[in-house]
T-cell receptor, first 113, second 111 residues
Framework: SAVISQKPSRDICQRGTSLTIQCQVDSQVTMMFWYRQQPGQSLTLIATANQGSEATYESGFVIDKFPISRPNLTFSTLTVSNMSPEDSSIYLC??????????FGSGTRLTVV | GNSVTQMEGPVTLSEEAFLTINCTYTATGYPSLFWYVQYPGEGLQLLLKATKADDKGSNKGFEATYRKETTSFHLEKGSVQVSDSAVYFCALSRGNEKLTFGTGTRLTIIP
């Protein structure tokens, strides 16, 4: 299966600032997925990122708040913009490892104060 | 649309007890089914999967059988250990579509 390196693993940020989360995959993948896991909750898909095109956002998520870059087939970033305490969550990236299933990064635990 | 209904938690068991976490799904066609585990402070790890009816996924003593007739994928383990304490997520996907997750079940095993 693919191996994903996600960073930072955690951060504490001031409200109104932005944080960029990075995911590096050890193999080329077509689609990368970004999820949010609010405290004590399940995972919610934010967007799907394909290389060379704009990300596709799920209902309730917008590009201005969660801009995504996908410059090549092994890397993607998610930015959480103009943060508020409600953005405190774990953010995870994921890829579809062919024949294995979906692999997840170790997550970024974000606290906004 | 697709949906996953998962047994409500939290679940607390004594070590060596038998574990069942129920999962049922709604989807058209033949989705792939997954169980993911999230240990404290960590990301998600794939525990097991099944891609067609009657398939049995197994890993680390856990098993789940893809039951098309009952649209279920219940997770079982014969004898749990303290190290199995984690949150367990049932999920499905169809082809290249996104994963749909259940709400998660927090499992605590006491010695």
């Amino acid at each position: 299966s693919a191996v994903i390196s996600q960073k930072p693993s955690r951060d504490i940020c001031q409200r109104g600032t932005s944080l960029t989360i990075q995911c590096q995959v050890d193999s080329q993948v077509t689609m990368m997925f970004w999820y949010r896991q609010q405290p004590g909750q399940s995972l919610t898909l934010i967007a799907t990122a394909n290389q060379g095109s704009e990300a596709t956002y799920e209902s309730g998520f917008v590009i201005d708040k969660f801009p995504i870059s996908r410059p090549n087939l092994t890397f993607s970033t998610l930015t959480v913009s103009n943060m508020s305490p409600e953005d405190s969550s774990i953010y995870l990236c994921s890829v579809d490892s062919f024949n294995y299933g979906y692999t997840f990064g170790s997550g970024t635990r974000l606290t906004v104060v | 649309g697709n949906s996953v209904t998962q047994m409500e938690g939290p679940v607390t068991l004594s070590e060596e007890a038998f574990l069942t976490i129920n999962c049922t799904y709604t989807a058209t066609g033949y989705p792939s089914l997954f169980w993911y585990v999230q240990y404290p402070g960590e990301g998600l790890q794939l525990l097991l999967k099944a891609t067609k009816a009657d398939d049995k996924g197994s890993n680390k003593g856990f098993e789940a059988t893809y039951r098309k007739e009952t649209t279920s994928f219940h997770l079982e383990k014969g004898s749990v250990q303290v190290s199995d304490s984690a949150v367990y997520f049932c999920a499905l996907s169809r082809g290249n579509e996104k994963l749909t997750f259940g709400t998660g079940t927090r499992l605590t095993i006491i010695p």
